[in-house]
């Protein structure tokens, strides 16, 4: 038994309600890509970090992570000492079904990333079929990269394997033991997908915000950040959210993207297999 649980704590819960319900949309034109007609000609996406699509906001507009989120657990604190215990358990499930499904949660930054969300959203996410929707995942990863950085780079906690090494489930690079372990940003753009996906098919919203959740614990399960990583991580995902409802772009972008989403799901003839049970259960 895990002696620490990743849940929403009541700061998320209020930025969840405050994302309920799209604005109107607005009838401009905020990324020639997105603005592809779906009978075009298939749509060029980026290919990862290095040309990865910018975001909505800038640093002028953007929410500062470091204004709002409070500072990781003090050295030594008990909150500290249940991260290092979960790490320490949590690597327990090395070679599992959930160790595997970590290593593929991972993925963050090519178009098919969404995929991680095809057996809660009961079809297939297929970017080529869904270009404006495609481009929005996408550029909420920039926007997060604006949010977060402040936090990383000012509080620099350390990773998990830096501090103690044990297995993680994929090889830590250089790059990302240099980086700051908290906040999560996996987490919190898994949790901010989730509330905008939940949004696109509400009947679906009870596996989707699940599997976004489960997104965020891949990687505690993975070794590369601590619980407490995890939770911040989360509140920025939809303090982020929270945000871009009120950016005209994205209020534009995201009534197109509910039009392809709905054309796609309806025309999908294969339904996607239900999330394995390993996810569906929160792991501490």
């Given at each position: 038994?895990?002696?620490?649980?990743?849940?929403?704590?009541?700061?998320?819960?209020?930025l969840?309600?405050?994302?309920a319900g799209c604005?109107?949309?607005v009838?401009?034109?905020?990324?020639e890509v997105a603005a592809?007609?779906?009978?075009?000609a298939?749509?060029?996406?980026?290919?990862?970090?290095r040309?990865?699509p910018h975001?909505?906001?800038?640093?002028?507009?953007?929410?500062?992570?470091?204004?709002f989120?409070?500072?990781p657990p003090?050295?030594?604190?008990p909150?500290?000492?249940?991260?290092?215990v979960?790490?320490?358990?949590?690597?327990?499930?090395?070679?599992g079904?959930?160790?595997?499904i970590?290593?593929?949660?991972?993925?963050?930054e090519?178009?098919?990333?969404?995929?991680?969300?095809?057996?809660?959203?009961g079809?297939k996410?297929?970017p080529?079929k869904t270009?404006?929707?495609?481009?929005?995942?996408?550029?909420?990863?920039?926007d997060?990269?604006?949010?977060?950085?402040?936090a990383?780079?000012?509080w620099?906690?350390?990773?998990p394997f830096?501090?103690e090494?044990l297995?993680?489930c994929?090889?830590p690079?250089?790059?990302?033991?240099?980086?700051g372990s908290?906040?999560?940003?996996?987490?919190?753009?898994?949790?901010?997908?989730?509330?905008?996906?939940?949004?696109?098919?509400?009947?679906?919203?009870?596996?989707?915000?699940?599997?976004?959740?489960?997104?965020g614990?891949?990687?505690?399960?993975?070794?590369?950040?601590?619980?407490?990583?995890?939770?911040?991580?989360?509140?920025?995902?939809?303090?982020m959210?929270?945000?871009l409802k009120?950016?005209?772009?994205?209020?534009?972008?995201?009534?197109?993207?509910?039009?392809e989403?709905?054309?796609?799901?309806?025309?999908s003839?294969?339904?996607?297999s239900?999330c394995?049970?390993?996810?569906?259960?929160?792991?501490?």
């Open positions: 038994m895990i002696p620490s649980r990743l849940s929403v704590s009541p700061l998320v819960l209020a969840v309600l405050t994302t604005a109107s949309a009838p401009t034109r905020t990324d592809v007609p779906a009978s075009a298939a749509p060029a996406f980026w290919q990862g970090f040309d990865h975001g909505y906001l800038t640093a002028d507009n953007a929410p500062n992570a470091a204004n989120l409070p500072p003090a050295e030594g604190s909150r500290e000492q249940a991260d290092i979960a790490y320490r358990a949590l690597r327990s499930l090395e070679g079904e959930r160790w595997a970590a290593r593929a949660d991972n993925e963050i090519t178009p098919g990333a969404p995929r991680a969300f095809d057996c809660a959203l079809f996410f297929e080529e270009p404006t929707l495609t481009m929005l995942l996408g550029r909420m990863l920039g997060l990269e604006t949010i977060q950085t402040p990383k780079r000012g620099f906690r350390k990773r830096v501090v090494p297995p993680t994929i090889a690079e250089t790059w990302l033991a240099a980086s908290y906040p999560s940003g996996h987490s919190a753009l898994g949790w901010a997908w989730a509330l905008v996906l939940a949004e696109m098919a509400p009947d679906r919203a009870d596996p989707i915000l699940r599997r976004g959740l489960a997104y614990e891949s990687r505690a399960v993975c070794g590369v950040h601590y619980v407490s990583d995890v939770e911040a991580g989360r509140i920025v995902g939809a303090a959210v929270a945000r009120a950016d005209p772009g994205f209020q534009a972008d995201f009534a197109r993207a509910k039009e989403f709905d054309a796609a799901r309806a025309a003839k294969e339904a996607t239900a394995p049970a390993a996810l569906m259960q929160p792991l501490m």
